[in-house]
């Protein structure tokens, strides 16, 4: 599967954005998909994912991102809210073809990067 994602940006403090990751491929439905960032100077990191089993997030988001996906789009969304400087990065989709997915195997498809920018 190639994935496309897109939505960053610029914005502030307490904005909200919604990242998008568009799938080509087939049987989208049978991948395990996640949202993981690459902050300056830090090493990426998982954010947000979705399996068959549910969803589950990074400590540092819970509460503010929301991991969805719409499978009849083959997409899958991370809605952030109150951003925070500290969420600036580039963010990238990945997928596994498995129904169950611990985020730490590799996955089997990164997508580009998508800048988010969160100014104080």
């Known amino acids: 599967v190639q994935l496309q994602a897109s939505g960053g940006g610029l914005v502030q403090a307490g904005d909200s954005l919604r990242l998008s990751c568009a799938a080509s491929g087939r049987a989208f439905r049978n991948y395990s998909m996640g949202w993981f960032r690459q902050g300056p100077g830090k090493e990426r990191e998982f954010v947000a994912g979705?399996?068959?089993?549910?969803?589950t997030y990074a400590d540092s988001v819970k509460g503010r991102f929301t991991i969805s996906r719409d499978n009849g789009k083959n997409t899958v969304y991370l809605q952030m809210n109150s951003l925070k400087p500290e969420d600036t990065a580039d963010y990238y989709c990945?997928?596994?073809?498995?129904?169950?997915?611990?985020?730490?195997?590799?996955?089997?498809?990164w997508g580009q990067g998508t800048l988010v920018t969160v100014s104080s």
């Open positions: 990945a997928a596994r073809r498995t129904p169950v997915w611990d985020f730490r195997s590799p996955p089997d498809s």
């Open positions: 979705i399996t068959w089993s549910g969803k």
